[in-house]
Every structure is written in structure tokens, then in C-alpha cells.
Nanobody, 117 residues
């Protein structure tokens, strides 16, 4: 069984930065795609950032230039560096990893990010 544990959320002022972490544990053979999604109050979950196994990264237009996704394969961890945060970035952030053969999709429990003065 694979479990994803997220950390790094919190309260930050507009213009500030946070770094989210998501670590996978359990029976892990290989990690393919990793991504971050977010869900604001009253809204559906939306895509934020993704990194494919080859290293290609893609971002939602709303976070492009401010957020950066990265991974540490040796530690089974994916990060989301968030800079120049705005109040509209307030949401619960979820990580997703595609792991194993056959490929299975796993989600973290979510971590709250609140951007407010």
C-alpha cells in the first residue's frame, strides 16, 4: 500500500512564499508523473502543476512564473515552491503521484494554504 503525506501549508501574507512537500511511503517501485492540484472553497479541484517522468513540466496559467514543481527521486518526494502568493491562491493543495507497474494513481490528504494579510 502506498501513502502520500503532505506538509508545508500555512498562513502567509500576500507576496510571500511557501514550499509544499509530498512524500510517498510504502511499496514503491517507481514514480512516474507527479503533480499538484488545488481546491478553493466552493470550487472544483483544479490543476496547478505537473512534472512528467522525462522532466517536462507544465503549469496552469494562473501560477505560471510564480510556482515551481520539482522532485527528489531518492526520497520519493515532490515539492511545490510557491512565490509571489496572492489571496486567490488560497486553497487546499493536493499532490498526486503515478506509481508502479501497472500504473496506479495516488493522492495526498491535502494541505491548507491561506494567503491573507
Amino acid at each position: 500500500q502506498v501513502q502520500l503525506v503532505e506538509s508545508g501549508g500555512g498562513l502567509v501574507q500576500p507576496g510571500g512564499s511557501l514550499r509544499l512537500s509530498c512524500t510517498a511511503s510504502g511499496s514503491i517501485s517507481s514514480i512516474s508523473t507527479v503533480g499538484w492540484y488545488r481546491q478553493a472553497p466552493g470550487k472544483e479541484r483544479e490543476f496547478a502543476a505537473i512534472e512528467y517522468i522525462g522532466g517536462s513540466t507544465y503549469y496552469a496559467d494562473s501560477v505560471k512564473g510564480r510556482f515551481a514543481i520539482s522532485r527528489n527521486n531518492a526520497e520519493n518526494t515532490v515539492y511545490l515552491q510557491m512565490n509571489s502568493l496572492k489571496p486567490e491562491d488560497t486553497a487546499v493543495y493536493y499532490c498526486k503521484m503515478v506509481i508502479g507497474r501497472p500504473l496506479n494513481e495516488y493522492w495526498g490528504q491535502g494541505t491548507q494554504v491561506t494567503v491573507s494579510s
